[in-house]
């Protein structure tokens, strides 16, 4: 791996809320053996926004909550006894985002735009005041640094985590054929 910035807008970390089940159904959630939590204690709306970043074009939405999150430890181990740690109360964001690239439409010769990159947003942020506002998402997505060079940084995230998912379900494979 290089060593580009990667941003990403999708943690692994952050566990969904737990929502209730019909009774035929079973949810490793429910049998609390992760160690690590998300509760929701409010919400605070949802945002969308579009806006042209040249070479891209960002359309992004989420829906903002203010959660007490206990994320997972490195390793994702199981709480086995363990008692949780303090939560810490976040701006949790799940939405999407879609980054376009602006100019020739790549084996043409028509300018327009292409998806480059389609993400869910999964991400909380502890800044309460500064990311639960009207202009939260955009916040979460620029955090006052360069546009074009965090959307690159954006991109270069997803392209981790996908390459990351492919090797693990290569090694899975891997394991169940050895």
Do not use: C
Not at 24 to 46: A, P, R, W
Not at 83 to 110: N, Q
């Amino acid at each position: 791996m290089d060593d580009e910035k990667a941003v990403f807008l999708s943690e692994g970390d952050i566990l969904p809320w737990k929502i209730p089940l019909a009774s035929n159904e079973v949810s490793l959630l429910h049998l609390d053996i992760y160690n690590g939590s998300t509760e929701l204690v409010g919400y605070k709306g949802i945002e969308d926004f579009s806006r042209a970043v040249p070479p891209f074009f960002i359309v992004a939405s989420a829906a903002k909550y203010i959660a007490d999150i206990n994320r997972l430890p490195p390793g994702r181990k199981t709480r086995m006894g363990s008692e949780l740690g303090k939560a810490s109360r976040e701006v949790l964001f799940d939405g999407s985002i879609s980054i376009y690239g602006v100019g020739e439409i790549p084996g043409t010769t028509i300018k327009g735009y292409h998806l480059i990159r389609n993400g869910r947003i999964w991400t909380a942020r502890a800044d309460i005041n500064r990311f639960s506002g009207v202009e939260g998402l955009r916040e979460l997505i620029f955090e006052r640094e360069e546009p074009s060079e965090r959307v690159n940084a954006i991109v270069r995230g997803y392209e981790i985590q996908a390459k990351e998912r492919e090797r693990a379900r290569l090694n899975a494979r891997a394991q169940r054929f050895a």
